[in-house]
């Protein structure tokens, strides 16, 4: 027995190597393709480090997301990419976007379109807070939106990558948001809010949480009804990649039954039409999007800056998309 497996051996030597190298790594290969490939993503759509994607496959993002690789799949990247921006221009593209030069009656700071508040650099756009005075504000910041620009409906998610300033003790009154608003109702959906250190006005405490939340109505009445839910950072996030020091994606599907919400591809919240009736106003209509850096106001909502509060603070977003479901 011995003699015949050594004349095998001899004989069909390269055989057997090419056999077993077959069964390793093509039984690799296939765990890989399943394991990776939950979803197609659609092709030409960079990727999370910078290139252009041909191919579905997982995405190593180990500079961006604290050495997670994503997958795409459900949450991250599935559908069919029908609009984005990907900052990779020199300054903000007005075709996509409206940049408010306002003040807003619910914050404290003055949005400007001046480099110094909104810069487009390396594939990143930035919304900086300044402590300064400017227009009878304190604060400087930026705020953009889509409003006649961009009205999709139901069947869409819709996804940010960015890098948000609020971090313990040095970020009160620091109020990052990536918001849908109902172009029709008065329904709003926030994708993502970053509060800083918690203030008198917040109760709650949303401070060091992604907050998400699904409204009713927020045109400032007392008939709101609101589904909130506050992911915490030190959950979702390993130490040395927290939502200050590393890009992470938000995203919200629209979908007919409801909305989920993911953040690096993880399903962290549902907001489901047969939980919750009372959302079906909002998901009859189309929705624009809002991203803005506000500056809390003494007292109300997210409150004020204080003497620790570090400026610039800046909200860095490498990519806008929406996505058909
Ligand atoms: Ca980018």
Not at 17 to 42: D, K, N, Q, R
Not at 142 to 170: C, D, H, M, S, W
Request: with cysteine; glycine share 10%.
């Amino acid at each position: 027995m011995k003699q015949k497996l050594a004349k095998l051996w001899q004989r069909q030597r390269s055989r057997i190597i090419a056999l077993l190298f077959v069964l390793v790594f093509g039984g690799l290969g296939t765990y890989l393709l399943l394991e990776s490939h939950a979803a197609t993503p659609s092709t030409g759509v960079e990727t999370e480090n910078g290139t252009v994607s041909t191919a579905a496959g997982t995405v190593n993002d180990s500079t961006a997301s604290g050495g997670k690789a994503i997958k795409f799949g459900p949450g991250n990247g599935a559908g069919n990419l029908v609009w984005d921006d990907e900052f990779n221009g020199t300054s903000v593209d007005t075709a996509k976007w409206t940049v408010w030069d306002t003040t807003l009656s619910y914050d404290a700071e003055y949005n400007t379109s001046r480099p110094q508040n909104l810069f487009e650099q390396n594939g990143i756009l930035t919304e900086r807070a300044l402590r300064e005075s400017y227009g009878g504000r304190s604060y400087t910041s930026a705020y953009l939106n889509t409003i006649g620009k961009q009205n999709f409906g139901v069947g869409y998610a819709y996804e940010i990558r960015a890098k948000t300033p609020t971090q313990p003790n040095t970020s009160a009154g620091i109020w990052p948001a990536f918001w849908l608003r109902s172009n029709e109702t008065p329904a709003e959906v926030d994708i993502g809010e970053w509060y800083g250190t918690p203030q008198p006005a917040d109760p709650s405490n949303h401070s060091n949480k992604v907050t998400i939340t699904v409204h009713s109505d927020t045109t400032g009445g007392t008939t709101d009804t609101k589904d909130g839910y506050d992911a915490p950072f030190d959950t979702l996030f390993s130490a040395g990649a927290a939502p200050w020091n590393a890009f992470h994606t938000y995203r919200c599907e629209v979908a007919s039954d409801g909305y989920r919400f993911y953040i690096d591809g993880t399903l962290v919240h549902s907001v489901l039409l047969k939980d919750k009736p009372w959302i079906a106003t909002g998901l009859g209509g189309t929705w624009n999007m809002r991203l803005n850096l506000q500056i809390g106001l003494a007292g109300k909502w997210a409150g004020a800056p204080d003497a620790n509060t570090i400026f610039p603070a800046d909200f860095q977003v490498d990519y806008v998309r929406i996505y058909k479901l």
